[in-house]
Structure formats: structure tokens, C-alpha cells
């Protein structure tokens, strides 16, 4: 007799209760999309690991031993065991408990963040949500120790390892205070665009040239940044208290009050945001919900 568990292989467990239910070796191996011969051979090493016949021939098929009716119920609990380890664990996001943590730039925080809140909130109130700053050099191996478990980037931001999906596509408008000389003209001309004074959200700080200098520069055209700021939050309320005019991400235009929104008068490539994940929450229920619901919420 066999009783090293080392060497006893699972599959023969399975041969064992298809065996057991069908008291018939051709039917076992339907059922176990096996050759009969193969299953003859399993039961043959079943025998010797059990040391005991297991079954033996009748006029219909064959008939269990009392060892192999001893072994029926104790086989069949753990092979549902086993299924039951193989299967994802049912998650329940209105009773769930558990922390999300995700990596966001302060213009995520606005387009991203604050929609997906609101759904979060009503779907899985139990779940809390962590919101850090974006790290470029260590979000990959603060996602592979789960530090981190969703990153808000831009398709070239995102490491090549990660899975990732977009979002969203972003474009980009002009932001002014409601009582602006030129926010009732419905419009704005290239010429006036670059004769007034602009703010820019530089994310590195100080910088003042950006995608509109970019899409200006390809026209020989200049405009006049006269304030860098390093977020976007504090953009609405200087330009609230200034003549200064901000181009600025859609997203971001429409969640503030009390400003005007116009279109540029020149084409400015937008971007896209991207959600980004490990592979170590890939596969796993509550993570797979929670990024479908940042789709649903946030997604174009």
C-alpha cells in the first residue's frame, strides 16, 4: 500500500469517483473524457495505492469494495474542496471591507476620483478609498508590494508590464472668469488668445510653456504665460480674482462653477487617461468589480 500523499496522483481521486458513481469502467471514462484503457490503468495504480481491489467485476458493470465504499465520502468532500479553491470567492461590494489605493494626479482627482467616489459610495460603503500622489520613479514596485493598486496615468506613462485600459480621451478649452472683457464674446480670436496673459499648471513647477506653446509654435506663434502654478485645484479661484485666461483639460472645465468655458482658437492635442493594475490583482473578485465600476463611472 501507497501512503506517501506525495505520490498520489489527484487525478486518480477523480477516476475513483467516477468509478464509485457509474459502477461502470466505459462510463467512467465518458464522463472523464478518457479512453477506457486509460481508465483501466488508473484504477489498476488506484489498486495499489489503496492496496485493495476497489472493485470487482459483476454481470453489470462492477461492484465497490467495502474499502471502496468507505472511500466514497471522504473523496467526493475533497475534490469539492478543491473545486471550491479553484473557484473565485464570491464578493458582495455592499457588505465588503476592504481599502482601495489609488495613485492620482490632482486633474484625476477631479475627472476620476470624484465621480467614482459617488458611485463607490452607493454600491460598497464599506470599502474605503486611499488617494495618493503620483509616483513615476516607484508606482511599479509600490504595485507589485501593493502599496498601490490602481495608478490614473497617460498611455506613455504607463510601464509596459502593467495592464492598463483607457478611460477616457480628454481635449482641451479655455477657462476665464464669467466677467472677463472677452468671456461675452462667445469666442476668441488667435490674435487676442495670444495678446492676453495666460495662466499654465505645471506639474514639475515653474515651467511656463506647454501643449498650447507646442500647437502655437507649429502656427510662429507666441502667447504670454505670466503664472506657472504646480495644480490644478488652485486654477479656478485665481482665475476667479484675475483677468488671466487658463487652457485647460474639458473634464476639469466642466466641475467648475463659475467660470466661462470657450474653445481655442487653434487645435491642441489632447490626451488620454489610462487606469493601470498589476498582475497580481488581475484576476482577483473585489478588484475586478471595483475597476468595472471606475469604468462605468469615469469611462467615455
Not at 24 to 29: D, G, L, Q, S, Y
Not at 55 to 71: C, D, K, N, S, W
Not at 94 to 109: E, I
Request: aromatic share 6%; proline share 7%; glycine share 4%.
Amino acid at each position: 500500500m501507497n501512503t506517501d500523499i506525495r505520490t498520489l496522483d489527484f487525478n486518480l481521486l477523480k477516476t475513483l469517483d467516477a468509478l464509485l458513481d457509474e459502477r461502470n469502467v466505459t462510463r467512467a471514462a465518458e464522463r472523464l473524457a478518457l479512453t477506457q484503457p486509460a481508465v483501466s490503468g488508473m484504477l489498476t495504480r488506484l489498486r495499489e495505492s489503496f492496496d485493495d481491489p476497489l472493485f470487482v467485476r459483476a454481470q453489470r458493470g462492477i461492484v465497490p469494495t467495502p474499502r471502496a465504499l468507505e472511500l466514497a465520502e471522504p473523496v467526493k468532500r475533497i475534490l469539492g474542496e478543491v473545486e471550491n479553491l479553484l473557484q473565485p470567492p464570491a464578493f458582495d461590494p455592499s457588505t465588503a471591507s476592504l481599502t482601495l489605493t489609488l495613485a492620482s494626479t490632482d486633474y484625476a482627482l477631479r475627472a476620476v476620483v470624484v465621480p467614482f467616489l459617488s458611485a463607490l459610495r452607493q454600491k460598497a460603503p464599506g470599502i474605503r478609498l486611499a488617494v495618493l500622489p503620483v509616483d513615476s520613479a516607484r508606482l511599479p514596485a509600490r504595485l507589485e508590494r501593493g502599496e498601490i493598486d490602481l495608478a490614473l496615468l497617460t498611455p506613455e506613462s504607463t510601464p509596459q508590464d502593467l495592464h492598463a485600459r483607457t478611460l477616457f480621451d480628454e481635449q482641451y478649452v479655455c477657462l476665464l472668469r464669467q466677467d472677463h472683457p472677452y468671456a461675452q464674446t462667445g469666442e476668441l480670436t488667435l490674435e487676442r488668445f495670444c495678446q492676453l496673459d495666460h495662466a499654465l499648471v505645471s506639474y514639475e513647477g515653474g515651467n511656463f510653456l506647454g501643449v498650447t506653446d507646442d500647437a502655437l509654435r507649429k502656427l510662429g506663434l507666441r502667447r504670454r504665460v505670466t503664472l506657472s502654478v504646480s495644480s490644478f485645484l488652485v486654477l479656478p479661484d485665481i482665475l476667479r480674482v484675475s483677468d488671466l485666461i487658463a487652457v485647460v483639460p474639458a473634464r476639469l472645465a466642466a466641475a467648475t462653477r463659475d467660470l466661462a468655458v470657450l474653445p481655442p482658437p487653434l487645435a491642441i492635442e489632447g490626451f488620454s487617461k489610462v487606469v493601470a493594475w498589476h498582475q497580481r490583482t488581475h484576476h482577483d473578485a473585489s478588484h475586478r468589480w471595483l475597476r468595472q465600476l471606475l469604468f462605468e463611472a469615469c469611462g467615455s
